[in-house]
Nanobody, 121 residues
């Protein structure tokens, strides 16, 4: 019983920046991890960044040094700061959360609707 609301996508020139936001709400007992996947037409879906709450933050090699993920624990919100954007970053970005909806429920994945990022040169 977790809902995710994403925002921050848009059209940006190569070399520019965007910041994505994802807020989790609803019946939440505990969130173990949050982050983003992305998928471009004709390409396979890939994990861009994942934050394990209380643990590490991991990035796909192609965005290391350019993207930074962070979180606001009090708001159950995560952010993805995207700098030095390249045309190959163009994709639909999906927020996810691995969470328990209640103390007696199983850990499962929840997904946002997706936000489009388009980078032009």
């Amino acid at each position: 019983q977790v809902q995710l609301v994403e925002s921050g996508g848009g059209l940006v020139q190569a070399g520019g920046s965007l910041r994505l936001s994802c807020a989790a709400s609803g019946s939440i007992f505990r969130i173990n991890a949050m982050g983003w996947y992305r998928q471009a037409p004709g390409k396979q879906r890939e994990l861009v960044a994942g934050l394990i709450f209380g643990g590490s933050t991991n990035y796909v090699d192609s965005v290391k040094g350019r993207f930074t993920a962070s979180r606001d624990g009090a708001k159950n919100t995560v952010y993805l700061q995207m700098n030095s954007l390249k045309p190959e970053d163009t994709a639909l970005y999906y927020c996810y959360a691995n969470a328990y909806a209640s103390a007696g429920s199983n850990l499962r994945a929840y997904w946002g609707q997706g936000t489009q990022v388009t980078v032009f040169s």
